[in-house]
């Protein structure tokens, strides 16, 4: 497996982990912890579950930009002095 990582251009608003047949959503409020917000769990395959999946799949597909090597280069030399 491997991990890939990305810099989204919205303030997030449902953080989505899966683990097996378990997909675990909670709201993401500006400037609160994590332990603050309310998790549903959803079991896999669920209509509950397909929603969320199909929402990170979107915001994953169309709203992020993928961290590589050449990202960071570009990055470093946007904002060198």
Request: aromatic share 16%; charged share 25%.
């Amino acid at each position: 497996s491997s991990l890939d990582l990305r810099v989204f251009n919205r303030y997030p608003v449902v953080n989505v982990s899966i683990y097996d047949q378990c997909l675990f959503a909670s709201s993401v409020l500006y400037q609160r912890r994590g332990i603050d917000n309310h998790t549903v769990i959803f079991r896999r395959p669920s209509q509950g579950a397909e929603v969320y999946e199909d929402h990170f799949k979107r915001i994953y597909e169309f709203g992020s930009t993928e961290i590589t090597w050449e990202y960071i280069e570009k990055l470093q030399n946007k904002f060198r002095l």
